[in-house]
């Protein structure tokens, strides 16, 4: 009875059912849940992209694809491995996907299948590490309503969706230890982009600590620890590397500079991260303060790490190093855009929170850990409160994530409506009507220069190019021009134009001979003379 007191719905499920079919029954919801998760995110991203509001980076990143697979002569050697800004090895597995069918589209579904099937696979990882379906289920659903999750998955396609799972999957190898699947795992945690040895080597020094710590089987203890070391010298052995392509890349774009499209320079980006944050941490200041970004920070550690509760406090310590990248960034580097929930920066920090839940429950159930110690309870009065109490918080957080998409400091979007349905009254669809049959007259593989939320419609070509950009590599035959802000949002539409219309037209139009070859309400298809 008392079990039954303190035990919440979840539990209450199979009460009366034996453990096998208990066990069954958790699994399917967990599936079903994927696969409502994947539906919807899907479906939620062919709607964004229909209606132009998926940002740039989704086009550019299929620009990049569509580059690897019709011009792998101009990208070249090590240029292969460049995807957009970013040294990342593991596109190349995603390559073969877009290959089938080289849409924008294909990168959207994607992405959101495999951060769905991310939350299948650490249901698998609980409850073999657990041996507790029902804390599965509770570990799958609270990553799947997560809205670092959701942030990951929308607006945009990132190299950094690979992070979580392979973090998950390297975990989860360390714990069983077994040598070739953690080392593959690792690896490809590795390759996810040039700041994945950061994430790999805070991953393996929290684990490190975590065995030296609470292991008290010498022998688990000793060959879990060879593993956490290995792991941090290629960790290190990766960072050089990636220096070494870097520097190699910047040394071939000085050689032959105007040949390369812009979107596949790296141009020392790590090398100036690096420069940034040793300067951030010297001087304390990033220029932008702590009390204007407040409910930003609070509400970025909730979604980031206190989503899992009193879990990751059973060792503060080892949540801390597990977490450590994202937290410098945002408390060191004061980068605040790291606690957007409409921008994919919680894939730096999800997977070693999940990490650090799952140990802080084995600590618990163990009857260790800080808190154990201050409850003074053991483990079967602890436990289910601690589930009912963190689905509740999930639930909070997730009701409240739409008044921050539509906040004045990241508004990809221009409605609490739109934060999950994108709905879109007359005047929208009228502009999209009209930019779409401007954009439909522009022959296959002609140049184009056209706004960022253009690039996934237009982006399979040799030559495309954003306005800011300003003629760096070529003179568009083609220039889309609609300042119509229905279109976009004013955040969008400021990123997309350097400067206002009369601006844009003499810099642009007039000083380059392009006459006006098609027009639709506010949408301008301008053509070189």
């Not at 073999?128 to 942030?151: D, E, M, Q, R, Y």
């Not at 994945?196 to 805070?202: E, H, R, T």
């Not at 090398?271 to 970025?300: H, R």
């Not at 035959?477 to 955040?491: K, P």
Request: with cysteine.
């Amino acid at each position: 009875m008392q079990r039954y007191k303190l035990s919440i719905l979840i539990d209450d499920i199979g009460l009366f059912m034996g453990a096998d079919k208990r066990n069954k029954v958790y699994l399917a919801i967990a599936i079903a849940v994927t696969i409502l998760s994947a539906a919807y995110w899907s479906a939620y991203g062919i709607n964004a992209y229909s209606t132009f509001n998926e940002f740039g980076d989704l086009g550019i990143n299929a620009y990049a694809m569509y580059y690897h697979i019709h011009y792998p002569s101009v990208v070249g050697g090590l240029g292969y491995l460049v995807f957009w800004g970013h040294v990342a090895p593991d596109q190349l597995l995603v390559l073969p996907v877009f290959f089938l069918y080289q849409s924008a589209i294909t990168l959207l579904l994607f992405q959101a299948v495999l951060m769905s099937l991310t939350g299948l696979l650490i249901f698998f990882v609980v409850q073999k590490l657990l041996g507790s379906s029902a804390w599965a289920l509770v570990f799958c659903i609270i990553f799947l309503i997560n809205p670092g999750t959701h942030g990951i998955m929308i607006f945009d396609y990132h190299v950094e969706d690979l992070l979580v799972p392979f973090t998950i999957l390297a975990f989860y190898f360390y714990m069983k230890i077994n040598r070739p699947w953690f080392f593959a795992s690792f690896a490809l945690l590795l390759g996810a982009l040039e700041f994945a040895p950061i994430i790999g080597f805070s991953l393996a020094l929290g684990l490190f600590t975590f065995d030296f710590l609470h292991t008290k089987d010498k022998r688990i203890r000793t060959e879990r620890i060879k593993l956490a070391v290995s792991a941090i010298l290629l960790s290190v052995l990766a960072f050089l590397i990636y220096l070494y392509i870097i520097s190699n890349l910047s040394s071939a774009y000085a050689a032959s500079y105007a040949s390369i499209p812009g979107y596949f320079k790296v141009i020392q980006l790590l090398p100036q991260q690096l420069g940034l944050f040793y300067q951030n941490v010297a001087s304390g200041t990033s220029g932008l303060s702590y009390g204007a970004y407040g409910i930003y920070i609070f509400y970025g550690l909730l979604v980031g790490i206190f989503c899992f509760g009193i879990l990751v406090l059973s060792d503060p310590l080892v949540t801390l190093l597990l977490t450590l990248p994202w937290i410098v960034e945002v408390l060191i580097i004061k980068d605040f855009s790291f606690t957007f929930i409409s921008l994919q920066d919680y894939s730096y920090v999800l997977g070693g929170t999940v990490v650090a839940a799952i140990l802080g429950l084995i600590l618990i159930s163990e009857n260790k850990g800080i808190i154990v110690k201050m409850l003074g309870r053991k483990n079967p009065a602890i436990l289910p409160l601690v589930k009912s109490t963190l689905l509740f918080i999930n639930f909070a957080i997730l009701a409240f994530s739409p008044l921050l998409l539509v906040s004045n400091v990241n508004p990809h979007v221009t409605d609490i409506w739109q934060a999950f349905l994108f709905q879109s009254n007359s005047t929208q669809e009228q502009a999209y009507s009209q930019l779409y049959s401007i954009i439909n007259m522009i022959p296959d593989n002609a140049s184009v220069m056209a706004p960022h939320y253009l690039s996934p419609h237009l982006f399979a070509r040799e030559y495309y190019e954003w306005p800011q950009e300003q003629y760096v590599f070529f003179k568009p035959e083609y220039i889309v021009v609609d300042f119509n802000t229905s279109v976009a949002t004013l955040w969008q539409f400021g990123y997309a134009y350097p400067m206002n219309e009369q601006q844009f037209t003499a810099n642009y139009i007039n000083q380059n001979g392009y006459y006006l070859y098609a027009e639709n309400g506010s949408a301008q298809l301008w053509k070189a003379a």
